[in-house]
């Protein structure tokens, strides 16, 4: 911890040391604001929590695409253009993952703590927080506990709320000691070998896949608690839910072999099951897609099972988490504050929004708001032209159908852009634009506006033209 103490009453107080948390108070503190830093650990942790360190991944260690044809590759090209702290650090502590943006994950957790621990304006303290402090006691709250939110702030923040909160199951992926992977087997390769071969990959034949399917949906796994309704998060399925719905499920899912060929036959398998890196050392790998609730020794059962992991040994297993979240468009009002308290904001996951860049994302925004409430003016939102302002309509639920809950960013969030007529070439063939060309016209755009709204807003503008 470190020894800034600073004066309540002119200081915005951030509860929850995770990437929202760390985001909200970096931003707030490089725009001259007195922050103090509350993280319970590690007087306490959840039980997805393994480390000390601030920002900690607990699920992966994947931001996920770069490319802004993907809606979260143009999110951190916004967010790099406006400074943010979490892909500061996520940058400069990258591991090799393709086109994906993956890091080694205690350098990027020294690397937040550190940023937090020597800025100026931010005083650090671990403490565990029982209920939403008072009114008046500091400039702004900000409640960024995430998804894990402590069961006692937890329960005063319903009874604040007024309503119940609401809830997901989550799941993590196991962790594999490279050292004990069957490389005679499992081989890298990138699917199409777009870029560097970052990624391992596990053949399957047909009898083996199917095999497999079976074993994953007889295994003995961990039961919800009877009065505990699973409600998964689509986008994180366990590997044994998807399973169940049908035996090709896997094949068109997580491993589907695609753009692969096994250079022992030099044929695409039947199936593949992907590793990722976990570190620059390349001493760990992630078994991507594979977030499971099933028991741990049936993990190394039928994992090892598995082509080239006879022997694997687990640094990690997969489990399952309660996620806690508020019903946002119900509770925050235009400003992405509580509508029955103008000082009291919410950020990251325990919003609603779902994933690592969307959760620092929010922090940011969050922290762009609270700028003008302490300065007495109100922010314009985001065009939803934008990923920001896509990010916010999931937020205050505006033109969305469905019901509210977690969900990652995606292209269904933002305006929609006219489509470019048919026309035909100068041999009279028809040209037709592909989803890629559309989106990248809608990145194009995206980025046209948001720069604008960022200098028209007088921020300090990092990217390029």
């Known amino acids: 911890m470190n020894d800034h103490k600073i004066e309540h009453s002119n200081t915005v107080l951030v509860i929850g040391g995770g990437l929202a948390g760390c985001e909200t108070a970096l931003q707030l503190a490089r725009a001259e604001v007195r922050v103090k830093l509350i993280e319970m650990k590690p007087l306490k942790r959840t039980p997805a929590q393994h480390s000390d360190r601030l920002a900690e991944l607990v699920c992966s260690n994947s931001f996920r695409s770069d490319e802004v044809t993907n809606a979260i590759g143009l999110l951190k090209r916004e967010m790099r253009c406006m400074g943010s702290a979490i892909l500061e650090a996520a940058d400069a502590t990258a591991v090799p993952a393709g ?45 960024c506990t995430g998804p894990l939110t402590d069961p006692e702030l937890a329960q005063d923040i319903a009874t604040f709320t007024g309503r119940e909160s609401l809830y997901f199951y989550d799941a993590i992926a196991p962790i594999i000691d490279a050292e ?30 199917y095999s497999f399917v079976e074993a994953v949906i007889a295994g003995d796994k961990v039961i919800p608690k009877a009065f505990e309704e699973p409600k998964y998060f689509e986008g994180c399925l366990p590997i044994e839910v ?24 030099n044929k695409r398998p039947y199936a593949v099951a992907q590793l990722r890196m976990e570190n620059l050392a390349a001493t760990a790998w992630n078994m991507v897609g594979f977030q499971t609730r099933l028991k741990y020794p049936e993990q190394r059962r039928i994992f090892r099972a598995m082509p080239g992991l006879e022997n694997a040994e687990f ?20 400003q992405l504050r509580s509508q029955d308290r ?36 109100t922010l314009p939102p985001p065009p939803t032209t934008t990923a920001f302002g896509a990010m916010r309509r999931h937020l205050r639920q505006e033109g969305i159908l469905s019901d509210y809950s ?25 040209i037709r634009e592909t989803k890629f060309d559309r989106r990248r016209r809608m990145a194009a755009r995206a980025q046209n506006d948001f720069k604008a709204w960022a200098t028209e807003l007088g921020f300090q503008w990092r990217g390029d033209d």
């Open 242 to 265: 998807m399973a169940e719905r049908g035996r090709e499920t896997l094949a068109h899912g997580p491993l589907k072999p695609v753009g692969l060929t096994d250079p022992r036959s």
């Open 99 to 143: 086109s994906a943006l993956a890091v080694d994950r205690d350098r990027f957790g020294d690397y937040i703590t550190r940023l937090i621990e020597e800025h100026p304006l931010i005083e650090l303290s671990h403490e565990v927080v029982h209920s939403i402090p008072e009114a008046g006691e500091y400039r702004a709250v900000v409640i």
């Open 180 to 209: 004990s992977i069957n490389w005679d087997i499992v081989w890298r390769q990138s699917r199409y070998d777009k870029g560097d071969a970052d990624y391992a990959n596990i053949p399957f034949s047909e009898e083996e896949y």
């Open 406 to 430: 977690p969900s990652n960013l995606n292209w269904s969030f933002f305006d929609p852009i006219e489509k470019i007529p048919k026309r035909r070439d100068e041999r009279g063939k028809r």
């Open 315 to 334: 640094l990690r297993h997969g489990s399952i988490h309660r996620n806690t979240y508020l019903h946002a468009p119900t509770i925050l009002d235009d």
């Open 342 to 377: 103008s000082d009291l904001y919410f950020a990251g996951q325990i919003t609603g929004v779902e994933g690592y860049v969307e959760s620092s994302a929010c922090g940011q925004l969050i922290a762009w708001h609270l700028l003008a409430h302490l300065r007495g003016e």
